[in-house]
Nanobody, 120 residues
Framework: QVQLVESGGGLVQPGGSLRLSCAAS????????VGWYRQAPGKQRELVAG???????NYPDSAKGRFTISRDNAKNTVYLQMNSLKPEDTAVYYC??????????????WGQGIQVTVSS
């Protein structure tokens, strides 16, 4: 059994910061974060921060300079540091991770989603 647990969301004022965490637990033999996505009401899910196959990071223009994705392989955890938050960042945020389940098997898992609300 594998579980992804997200934490760190909540209500923040414009200009504020939040740090999201996504921790994987269970029978895991490898941990490869794809990225963080978000979905606002009435909109499609979009990537806000990701890792390339080469291990570099990539961000859409909307997040560049404000969001930072990082990982701790020892803890099977991926983070999203969000600074200078804007009301338009309000959405449910999801982590996406590829897990090595052993015996040549992998699975792509999504976090349960966590609400981030930016409002005064």
């Amino acid at each position: 059994q594998v579980q992804l647990v997200e934490s760190g969301g909540g209500l923040v004022q414009p200009g504020g910061s939040l740090r999201l965490s996504c921790a994987a637990s269970g029978s895991i033999y490898g941990f490869n974060p794809v990225g963080w996505y978000r979905q606002a009401p009435g909109k499609q899910r979009e990537l806000v921060a990701g890792f390339t196959t080469g291990g570099n990071t990539n961000y859409p223009d909307s997040a560049k300079g404000r969001f930072t994705i990082s990982r701790d392989n020892a803890k099977n955890t991926v983070y999203l540091q969000m600074n200078s938050l804007k009301p338009e960042d309000t959405a449910v945020y999801y982590c996406n991770i590829v897990l090595n389940r052993g015996y040549g098997s992998t699975s792509t898992e999504w976090g349960q989603g966590i609400q981030v609300t930016v409002s005064s």
